[in-house]
């Protein structure tokens, strides 16, 4: 009768564990300001998204796209650009009910730092991962927040797993900027 309880409590902490382990927030907070300046009727400037200083897995963008044939680093270009896409529809369709729009009294900036295009090859495959820096700043430039997104998405075509990454990222913004101005 212990065994089978001492099993039943092991079972049952395995379990809350796996459940927990996915729980976590897409972000990793780099720097906040504190107190917090940005309110809930504060207005937010979002910028589109830029690939400076890209790294692509263990490459730079540059060499990424130099050591393919001129239509496939076309093509890449356009993936960064569908994936910039995604992450400001994503953004909007999430970002209800901040305030945003021109002139706002905090800037939001993106860059997406890194892509891991993965992989899909039938027998094995590896998601793709997408990092991407945040800075919301004031109208003097000043750092308010800073913050890291990381996301990743499994699917057979490599430019649907990058759109599905940044789309999470564009919602996981939205999620962050809501709990940081108290929405």
């Known amino acids: 009768m212990l065994v089978l309880r001492s099993l039943a409590f092991f079972l049952v902490l395995a379990a809350a564990a796996l459940a927990l382990s996915g729980c976590?927030?897409?972000?990793?907070?780099?720097?906040?300001?504190?107190?917090?300046?940005?309110?809930?009727?504060?207005?937010?400037?979002?910028?589109?998204?830029?690939?400076?200083?890209?790294?692509?897995?263990?490459?730079?963008?540059?060499?990424?796209?130099?050591?393919?044939?001129?239509?496939?680093?076309?093509?890449?270009?356009?993936?960064?650009?569908?994936?910039?896409?995604?992450?400001?529809?994503?953004?909007?369709?999430?970002?209800?009910?901040?305030?945003?729009?021109?002139?706002?009294?905090?800037?939001?900036?993106?860059?997406?730092t890194f892509i891991e295009p993965g992989f899909y090859a039938y027998v094995a495959s590896a998601p793709a991962e997408i990092h991407v820096r945040v800075r919301v700043v004031d109208r003097a430039g000043t750092l308010v927040d800073e913050i890291e997104i990381r996301t990743a998405s499994s699917d057979m075509a490599k430019r649907t797993r990058l759109r599905n990454a940044a789309d999470a990222a564009g919602a996981a913004l939205a999620k962050y900027l809501k709990k940081r101005v108290g929405l």
């Open 24 to 112: 976590g927030t897409p972000w990793r907070v780099l720097s906040q300001a504190n107190p917090n300046p940005i309110g809930p009727r504060s207005k937010l400037t979002v910028q589109k998204m830029t690939f400076e200083n890209l790294q692509v897995g263990e490459k730079s963008d540059k060499q990424y796209a130099g050591e393919k044939e001129d239509k496939t680093a076309a093509a890449w270009e356009g993936d960064k650009a569908e994936m910039a896409q995604a992450f400001a529809r994503a953004f909007i369709e999430a970002q209800e009910p901040l305030q945003t729009g021109d002139n706002g009294d905090f800037v939001v900036q993106l860059n997406c």
